[in-house]
Nanobody, 115 residues
């Protein structure tokens, strides 16, 4: 099993930037991809970005050009968020996909975009 701890959320003004990080521990050799999801109040959780062990990235259309996912090392993934909009306000969850098919989730970190 993989344990995840997120950091880096907070309150930021529209147009601002944040960097979220997620550190994995445990059975990290089983990780095939790491990514970020978000859930806004009253909405379903949605994929934001994912990066595979091989470095292939996928982004939601709503964040392309503003968000960048990177794998800092084998066990850490970051999400650089630029040009933040109020509609980016959500709880952001780190997620890993494993070769066993069993995913893991972090507890989430709040991102609030407001003036």
């Amino acid at each position: 099993q993989v344990q995840l701890v997120e950091s880096g959320g907070g309150l930021v003004q529209p147009g601002g930037s944040l960097r979220l990080s997620c550190a994995a521990s445990g059975s990290t050799a089983l990780i095939s991809a790491m990514g970020w999801y978000r859930q806004a109040p009253g909405k379903q959780r949605e994929l934001v970005a994912v990066i595979t062990r091989g470095g292939t990235t996928t982004y939601a259309d709503s964040v392309k050009g503003r968000f960048t996912i990177t794998r800092d090392n084998e066990n850490t993934v970051s999400l650089q968020i630029n040009s933040l909009k109020p509609e980016d306000t959500a709880v952001y969850y780190c997620n890993v996909r494993t070769y066993t098919g069993v995913p893991s989730w972090g507890r989430g970190t709040q991102v609030t975009v407001s003036s």
